[in-house]
């Protein structure tokens, strides 16, 4: 585990603020949902992904299908865009 070395105090109603920095380089939005996981001693939050998202358009949808064990949501857009991608790198 890397530390960046902020710190930040809990307030009276137990929240956090994360710094925009942090939240720039994860992709965290406002209105984002994070799953909060425990581990010993230690709060990991991490971005919450819907098990549905398409991981080349995020477009979330129960029409995206699953491949490769599930290591792999795709939408109708995202296969297209995925297809062309192969392709274009293949043709090197």
Known sequence: M???GIVR???ELGR???????R???????KDSLEIYVD???IILKKHIPSMT???TGEVSNDNVSLMDGKL????????????EI???FKK
């Open 9 to 11: 105090k809990v307030d």
């Open 2 to 4: 890397k530390s960046t």
């Open 54 to 56: 398409c991981s080349m």
């Open 16 to 22: 956090v603020v994360i710094p925009i920095e942090l």
């Open 40 to 42: 010993d001693d230690k």
């Open 73 to 84: 949501i795709l939408s109708s857009k995202g296969a297209d865009r995925l297809v062309k």
């Open 24 to 30: 720039r380089t994860l992709g965290i939005e406002q």
């Open 87 to 89: 392709k274009e790198h």
